[in-house]
């Protein structure tokens, strides 16, 4: 028993970093607050190419693999890559907590769902059970597509695995088809997945391009100058 409670201080003490993982338990409570108040006074979000795009019932494989493929994702940059694990919960939490305060302060939904399905197969059957248990509401920025940015920006950027062609290229595709499949299993308007798009570009540049190591090397950097110059000015300084 002494060798198994060893072996979980060192599991603890070596993945501490997992305690990220609680803010989910904030952002579900929260999410699921909404989707219980948010029903039917809210602003309807919709645009006219909405109504040009049909409803495809098989998207629906790669809108419910988006829940694998945040999870694992999480997971495996965890277990091998912290810097980018870090990296990684910085993007998603960041849009993740935005999306909550917009659906609070602005409640907001949509009607594009279809009334009924034209066909009865295990993928309408699928979309009827993520209807009933995901309402039409709490919208922008898309989540889904979010995220699924997050997590391929994460994977392009580790270093176990951005030469990692085919990882590479397997994330681009489910990408692209989660993307899709939100807007073609009417579950969002193009509109969430335009704010989505947005916000993921502003949040990379926080994350990403501006390097808070590079940040912090450059403040030493100017710090040690500063000081430099003093100590120079003061050799310079006629003695009293």
Same mark, same amino acid.
């Given at each position: 028993?002494? $060798? !198994? *409670?060893?072996c ?9 970093? &997992?305690?990220? +993982?609680?803010? #989910?338990? @904030? ?37 419910l ?9 999480i997971?495996y940059? $965890? !277990? *091998? ?11 998603? &939490?960041?849009? +993740?907590?935005? #999306?909550? @305060? ?6 907001n939904g ?15 059957q ?12 709490n ?8 995220n ?9 950027n ?5 030469y ?21 299993l009417?579950?969002?308007s ?6 989505a798009?947005?916000t993921?570009f ?11 190591d ?7 950097a ?16 006629p003695?009293?």
């Amino acid at each position: 028993m002494s $060798g !198994f *409670k060893k072996c979980l201080q060192k599991f603890w003490e070596t993945n501490k970093h &997992f305690t990220l +993982m609680l803010y #989910f338990i @904030i952002y579900l409570a929260w999410f699921v607050f909404l989707e219980k108040h948010v029903t039917t006074h809210f602003h309807v979000i919709h645009l006219d190419i909405d109504d040009y795009i049909p409803f495809c019932e098989f998207f629906i494989v790669p809108y419910l693999l988006w829940f694998a493929y945040i999870a694992v994702t999480i997971v495996y940059m $965890g !277990f *091998k890559d912290k810097k980018e694990y870090y990296n990684m919960c910085a993007f998603l &939490f960041s849009g +993740m907590t935005l #999306f909550l @305060i917009i659906s609070t302060v602005f409640p907001n939904g949509h009607f594009l769902r279809p009334i009924s399905f034209e066909r009865d197969n295990i993928f309408t059957q699928l979309c009827a059970m993520l209807y009933q248990t995901d309402t039409a509401t709490n919208l922008f920025p898309s989540i889904h597509v979010y995220n699924s940015i997050g997590v391929h920006l994460a994977i392009t950027n580790s270093e176990r695995t951005r030469y990692n062609k085919p990882v590479r290229l397997a994330s681009g595709i489910l990408m692209v088809s989660i993307i899709l499949s939100t807007v073609f299993l009417k579950q969002h308007s193009v509109f969430d997945v335009i704010t989505a798009f947005f916000t993921a570009f502003v949040v990379y540049l926080l994350v990403y391009v501006r390097s808070w190591d590079k940040v912090k090397e450059n403040t030493l950097a100017r710090k040690a100058k500063i000081q430099a110059r003093k100590e120079e000015l003061q050799k310079h300084l006629p003695e009293f």
